[in-house]
C-alpha cells in the first residue's frame, strides 16, 4: 500500500518524477501512473483503486493540471474517499481557477532555488507523515467499507471483534482530524456494531433456551434419586455460569451500544451540534468509560462561542426565524417569524417574557426595532409598517398596510420612524413616531430585502443601500439628498449592506462579490478596500458597542475586521446551517443567530481575560494548597506568592527562595516541603514555610553521562504555527521535572540527562537505577494518587508511563512529536493523565489505553478575539492560553485544573463530569424528538435526556 499518490498534469512530469524520488528516498512510498499500471489494464479504474489504497493524495498545481479533465477526475475521487489533500504549488496561478477544495488548504510552494526546494520536500514530508496512524487507519477502513459497499452490503465483509472495537475507539477519536472519516465508513462502523449486537442477542437467546432445558434436565435428575444431589450441584452451576455469561454479554452490549453513540456524536457535532450534544449525553449516560467522557467534553469543545441554543420551532413549515433585537437594555431578545408574529424571549433561560405580536393579516416579519428606552416597536412586514407599544403589545400606530416594507428604524432620539417600501414605487418614509404623521418619502430607489437603513448616531442623517446607485444618505427631518453612490462599481445582484461605527465617522460597505470598503466620513476618503474569503455572500455588516472591531456575516459564518483600519482579524463562528439575522447584544459580549430551523443561537464574540491579578511573567509554578488557595513561584522577583480562589486577593506575605534555585520546584501532598533543582542539576529540599534547607543537595543527574541532542531552541508562534526564532542550544544540566509520592516519602525527578531517578525524602538518597527509555531532555515527572504510576514527559513530544514497583514501561509511550510536554498530573482515580504542552494546549488521555480524551484545549482552536470581557465564566474552558502552558495543578478534591503559562497568567478548568453535563444539557437546549429517538435508540424507551428542557 503506498504512502501517498502522486497527481500531476503530463507537461509537469520532469517535476513529479523529482517530487516521487525525493519521497522514496526517505522511506515513503509513493504510486505514480508512469509505473504502476499494468499493460492492458483499465487505466482509470487503476487509478481510482490507487487512491483508494493511498493514505494521502499530493496535487501538483499548476498552469496546465488546474485545466486537466483527468486531474479533477482524480481529485474528485480523493476527496470522495476524505483522503488527506496537499497541494503543491509549481506555478504563479490565479487561487480562481484551482478546485475549490483545494483552496482552504495549506499550500506547498516550490521553488527552483535548492535552498527553497529542500525546506518545501521538508515541509512536504512532515504534511504527509502527520499523525501517520490515524491516516492508515482511515485507509484501512475506508477499503474495508468499499469491499463491503461492492459486495452489496454482504454481513461476511462487516468488522468484528478486536476490529469493529478498534475502529468505534478510531471513530470516537474522529473530530478534528485530517482526514475526516467519510460517511461511509461511518455507516460501515455502525453496521457492523449492530450485527454484532444483533449475533450477541441470538448467542443470549440460545443460551436462555440451554438455560431451560439444563434446568429440566435438572429436575428430570433430581427424580432420579441415585444422581439427586450431583445433578441438583451440576445444574446450579450451569445456571450461575449461564447468567453470569449473559450479564458479560449485556454489558458488552451495552459498552458497545455507548461507544456506538460517541462515534455519531462526534460526525454530528459540525452539522447538527445540538443533535450531537445529546447523543454525546445518552452515550456516558449508557457506560461511562474514557470515549464517553471524551464524547461529553469533545461536544462542549466544539464551536465554543456557543454558549447556549434557544429552539423556538413553531412546527410546520414556520420555523424560519427571519430577523433578531435585543431590547437597548439587553434584557429581552426579540425575534421576527415567518409567519408574521413577534416573540420576546428571556436571553438569560430562554423563557417567553411576554405574549407575541401578530402583525398585520400575519404577513412575514421582514424587520423590526426598538426606540431608544425599549418601550416601542416599529415592525416591517408583507402586509405593512406598525408601531406598537412593548408592554401590552397594542399597536400605536398603523403606518401603512397592505404594502410590503423590509427594513425599519427609529432616530437616535426616537421620534421620527423610517420604513423601506417594497411594493409599488420603492421609496424611504419617515414618520414622527409620536403622532404618526409622515414626515417625507423618498424619490423612487431599488432595494432589495438584504438592503440596509439606519440612522447616523447623531440623528441628523438615514442611510441607505439601493442599487444599482449604491450608498444614498438624506437629511432625517427634511428628505433632502445629500450623498450617492460612495461605492462606485456597485453589484447589480449584491446585498449592499452596510453599518456605521458608533461614533458615526466611520460607514463599512459590501457589495455583491463581498468586496469590503470602508470609508471616514469626516474626511471624504476611502480607508481601505479588500475582498472577503467567507464562504457565502455577505448579508450584514456590525460593529461591537465600542467600535473596536465590525463583523460581517453571511450565511454560514461570522468574521472578524479591525473597526478602524478594516484589517483582517479572523473567523468567529462557522457552521453548515444557513443564518438569517444576527444581533448584536448591548454590552457587545455576544452575537444572537437565527436560522432556518427554529433556533437562536447565543455566540461569545470575545475571550474571557484574566480571571485573576496578572502575574508576573517569570512565573514559573503553580500549586493547590486546598480547594479554594493556590500558590504561584515567581523567579524575579523570587517569591511564593498565596491566593485566594474566589476574590483573587493575595492572602499571606511572599516566601522568598535562594536566588540560584532556578530549576523545578513542587510541593510536598502534605505541605511541609519544596524541592527544588539549580543550574548543576542539583536538587535541594526545604522548609515550605520559611525556605530553609533541610535536606540535600540530592546528587545523580550528570548530563555528561550522556548523549544529549544538542538541538536548536526553537521558538514558535502558535498563532500562525511559524518559527519565530532560533535561539543557541540547551546544554544546562537542569533538572525541571519533580514529583513526590502520595504519602512525600519519595521524591522522582526527572533531567536533561534523559533518565527518571526516585529519592528516598527522609535520607536524600537515590532509589535503584535510574528509569531509561526517553531519547530527549525531560521537562516533567508526576506520580497518580496511589502511588503506582508515575509519568514522564520531554522535549520531543514522548510521554512514558512506568509502573513503580516493576519500574518498567506501561504500555506504549504516547507521542505528540514536535510539541514538547511541560507539565503532567494524574487525576484523582488515576484513570486520566492530564497534560501540557509548548503550543497552548491542554491534552487528556486515557492511562490504560494511552488515547487522547476529547479535543487539546487550544487556544488558536478558539477563534475568538483578543480582549477582556469579565462577563464571561473562566471555568468555561473557553478562554485558553495563548502560549506555553508550563505549570499544571489539580484541586484536592479533583474537580478543578489549574494553568500557568509563561505569560505570568493562570486559568482554571472544570473536569467534573456532572458540570460538563449540566453545560452540555445548557449548549442543547431541547431533548431529541420521538423521531431522532427511535433512529439512534431504538432498543430503549423514549426518556428526556435533559430534564428542563423542551
Keep these: 500500500m503506498a504512502d501517498t499518490f502522486i497527481s500531476y498534469s503530463r507537461k509537469d512530469i520532469a517535476f513529479a518524477k523529482i517530487v516521487h524520488e525525493s519521497l522514496e528516498s526517505s522511506d515513503l512510498e509513493t504510486w505514480i501512473d508512469w509505473q504502476d499500471i499494468p499493460p492492458s489494464a483499465d487505466w482509470f479504474a487503476e487509478i481510482e483503486e490507487a487512491i483508494e489504497k493511498a493514505d494521502t493524495f499530493i496535487f501538483i498545481i499548476s498552469l496546465t493540471s488546474v485545466e486537466s479533465e483527468v486531474c479533477n477526475r482524480e481529485i474528485a475521487h480523493a476527496e470522495k474517499n476524505n483522503k488527506r489533500l496537499i497541494p503543491v504549488v509549481i506555478d504563479d496561478i490565479d487561487p480562481q481557477r484551482v478546485p475549490n477544495t483545494l483552496l482552504p488548504l495549506n499550500w506547498i510552494f516550490f521553488k527552483e532555488e535548492d535552498q527553497e526546494y529542500a525546506q518545501a520536500l521538508e515541509n512536504l514530508i512532515t504534511a504527509i507523515t502527520l499523525d501517520q496512524p490515524w491516516v492508515k487507519k482511515h485507509t484501512r477502513f475506508q477499503n474495508r467499507a468499499l469491499e463491503w459497499e461492492r459486495s452489496e452490503y454482504k454481513s461476511g465483509y462487516l468488522l468484528h471483534g478486536a476490529d469493529l472495537e478498534d475502529a468505534e475507539a478510531w471513530l470516537s477519536q474522529a473530530a478534528g482530524k485530517d482526514p475526516a472519516p467519510t460517511a461511509l465508513q461511518t455507516r460501515y462502523i455502525v453496521a457492523s456494531r449492530t450485527a454484532a449486537t444483533r449475533q450477541q442477542r441470538r448467542t443470549l437467546i440460545g443460551v436462555a433456551a440451554a438455560l431451560v432445558v439444563a434446568l429440566a434436565l435438572g429436575v428430570l435428575a433430581w427424580t432420579q434419586r441415585n444422581a439427586a444431589v450431583r445433578a441438583e450441584a451440576t445444574a446450579v452451576a450451569e445456571a450461575n455460569s449461564r447468567a453470569t455469561q449473559q450479564a458479560i454479554a449485556e454489558e458488552q452490549t451495552i459498552a458497545a451500544q455507548s461507544r456506538e453513540l460517541a462515534a455519531l456524536s462526534g460526525n454530528l457535532l459540525e452539522e447538527e451540534l445540538d443533535l450531537g450534544i445529546l447523543l454525546a449525553i445518552e452515550s456516558f449516560n449508557k457506560s461511562e468509560s474514557y470515549i464517553t467522557r471524551g464524547s461529553v467534553m469533545q461536544s462542549l469543545q466544539t464551536s465554543p462561542q456557543v454558549s447556549r441554543m434557544f429552539h423556538v420551532n413553531s412546527g410546520g413549515d414556520d420555523d424560519e426565524i427571519t430577523t433578531l433585537e435585543f431590547s437597548p437594555n439587553g434584557r429581552m431578545l426579540a425575534?421576527?417569524?415567518?409567519?408574521?408574529?413577534?416573540?420576546?424571549?428571556?436571553?438569560?433561560?430562554?423563557?417567553?417574557?411576554?405574549?407575541?405580536?401578530?402583525?398585520?393579516?400575519?404577513?412575514?416579519?421582514?424587520?423590526?426595532?426598538?426606540?431608544?428606552?425599549?418601550?416601542?416597536?416599529?415592525?416591517?412586514?408583507?402586509?405593512?409598517?406598525?408601531?406598537?407599544?412593548?408592554?401590552?403589545?397594542?399597536?400605536?400606530?398603523?403606518?401603512?398596510?397592505?404594502?410590503?416594507?423590509?427594513?425599519?428604524?427609529?432616530?437616535?432620539?426616537?421620534?421620527?420612524?423610517?420604513?423601506?417600501?417594497?411594493?409599488?414605487?420603492?421609496?424611504?418614509?419617515?414618520?414622527?413616531?409620536?403622532?404618526g404623521e409622515m414626515a417625507w418619502s423618498s424619490r423612487q430607489l431599488s432595494v432589495r430585502a438584504s438592503s440596509e437603513l439606519v440612522f447616523t448616531p447623531n440623528g441628523d442623517y438615514i442611510i441607505v443601500y439601493s442599487k444599482p446607485r449604491g450608498i444614498d444618505i438624506f437629511e432625517s427631518r427634511t428628505g433632502e439628498h445629500v450623498v450617492q453612490s460612495l461605492n462606485m462599481d456597485p453589484s447589480e445582484y449584491g446585498t449592499g449592506t452596510f453599518g456605521m461605527h458608533p461614533e458615526g465617522h466611520i460607514l463599512v460597505q459590501v457589495d455583491g462579490d463581498n468586496t469590503i470598503y470602508l470609508y471616514d466620513l469626516d474626511k471624504g476618503r476611502l480607508v481601505s478596500q479588500v475582498v472577503s474569503t467567507q464562504g457565502s455572500e455577505i448579508f450584514e455588516v456590525i460593529f461591537s458597542n465600542t467600535g473596536q472591531y465590525f463583523f460581517t456575516i453571511s450565511r454560514t459564518d461570522v468574521f472578524a475586521w479591525d473597526g478602524n483600519t478594516g484589517e483582517a482579524v479572523g473567523s468567529v463562528f462557522a457552521m453548515d446551517n444557513s443564518f438569517n439575522d444576527v444581533a448584536m447584544e448591548p454590552a457587545g459580549s455576544f452575537l444572537a443567530a437565527g436560522d432556518d430551523y427554529g433556533r437562536?443561537?447565543?455566540l461569545n464574540l470575545y475571550s474571557s481575560g484574566e480571571p485573576f491579578p496578572s502575574m508576573e511573567d517569570t512565573s514559573v509554578a503553580i500549586?493547590?494548597?486546598?480547594?479554594?488557595?493556590?500558590?504561584?513561584?515567581?523567579?524575579?522577583?523570587?517569591?511564593?506568592?498565596?491566593?485566594?480562589?474566589?476574590?483573587?486577593?493575595?492572602?499571606?506575605?511572599p516566601v522568598e527562595i535562594e536566588e540560584d534555585l532556578i530549576g523545578g520546584q513542587v510541593l510536598s501532598p502534605d505541605g511541609k516541603l519544596l524541592a527544588t533543582s539549580d543550574n548543576d542539576g542539583r536538587i535541594y529540599l526545604l522548609d515550605a514555610a520559611t525556605g530553609e534547607e533541610i535536606v540535600g543537595p540530592l546528587l545523580g543527574h550528570d548530563i555528561e553521562q550522556v548523549d544529549v541532542p544538542r538541538w536548536d531552541i526553537v521558538v514558535e508562534d502558535i498563532e500562525t504555527d511559524t518559527v519565530a526564532g532560533l535561539y543557541g542550544t540547551f546544554d544546562l544540566n537542569l533538572v525541571r521535572g519533580l514529583a513526590f509520592s502520595p504519602d512525600s516519602t519519595m521524591l522522582a525527578s526527572a533531567g536533561n540527562d534523559m533518565t527518571v531517578r526516585l529519592w528516598d525524602v527522609a535520607s536524600g538518597t537515590q532509589i535503584g537505577e535510574p528509569l531509561r527509555g526517553h531519547t530527549n531532555i525531560l521537562e516533567t515527572v508526576a506520580f497518580s494518587e496511589d502511588g503506582r504510576l508515575l509519568a514522564s514527559g520531554g522535549e520531543n513530544g514522548r510521554i512514558i508511563i512506568w509502573d513503580t514497583e516493576s519500574r518498567e514501561m506501561v504500555g506504549e509511550p504516547i507521542e505528540r512529536p514536535g510539541r514538547p510536554v511541560h507539565d503532567i498530573v494524574f487525576s484523582r482515580d488515576g484513570e486520566t493523565l492530564i497534560t501540557a504542552w509548548s503550543d497552548g494546549a491542554i491534552i487528556l488521555w486515557d492511562t490504560d489505553t494511552h488515547l487522547q480524551i476529547g479535543l487539546p484545549n487550544l487556544y488558536k482552536s478558539g477563534r475568538y478575539l483578543h480582549i477582556d470581557i469579565p462577563q464571561v465564566d473562566p471555568l468555561q474552558g473557553c478562554d485558553a492560553h495563548r502560549t506555553h502552558v508550563?505549570?499544571?495543578?489539580?484541586?484536592?478534591?479533583?474537580?478543578?485544573?489549574?494553568?500557568?503559562?509563561?505569560?505570568?497568567?493562570?486559568?482554571?478548568?472544570?473536569?467534573?463530569?456532572?458540570?460538563?453535563?449540566?453545560?452540555?444539557?445548557?449548549?442543547?437546549?431541547?431533548?431529541?424528538?420521538?423521531?431522532?429517538?427511535e433512529l439512534y435508540l431504538p432498543y430503549e424507551p423514549y426518556r428526556k435526556t435533559c430534564l428542563g428542557y423542551p
Design 600 to 602: 437562536i443561537y447565543l
Design 623 to 653: 500549586d493547590f494548597v486546598n480547594n479554594s488557595t493556590i500558590y504561584v513561584l515567581q523567579l524575579n522577583p523570587r517569591l511564593i506568592q498565596y491566593f485566594d480562589l474566589e476574590t483573587g486577593e493575595e492572602i499571606s506575605q
Design 886 to 933: 508550563v505549570d499544571l495543578s489539580l484541586s484536592p478534591d479533583g474537580t478543578r485544573l489549574a494553568s500557568l503559562d509563561n505569560d505570568g497568567s493562570f486559568r482554571l478548568w472544570e473536569l467534573d463530569v456532572d458540570i460538563w453535563l449540566e453545560r452540555a444539557c445548557t449548549r442543547a437546549g431541547r431533548n431529541m424528538t420521538q423521531e431522532e429517538w
Design 335 to 435: 425575534y421576527g417569524h415567518n409567519n408574521g408574529t413577534i416573540h420576546f424571549l428571556d436571553p438569560g433561560n430562554g423563557e417567553e417574557l411576554l405574549p407575541a405580536i401578530t402583525t398585520v393579516d400575519g404577513g412575514q416579519v421582514y424587520d423590526f426595532a426598538f426606540n431608544p428606552d425599549g418601550s416601542l416597536l416599529v415592525s416591517a412586514a408583507g402586509n405593512g409598517l406598525q408601531i406598537w407599544r412593548v408592554s401590552d403589545r397594542e399597536e400605536i400606530f398603523r403606518l401603512s398596510e397592505n404594502e410590503k416594507y423590509y427594513l425599519a428604524a427609529f432616530s437616535p432620539d426616537g421620534n421620527l420612524a423610517a420604513g423601506l417600501r417594497r411594493t409599488g414605487p420603492q421609496k424611504l418614509f419617515v414618520w414622527n413616531s409620536q403622532t
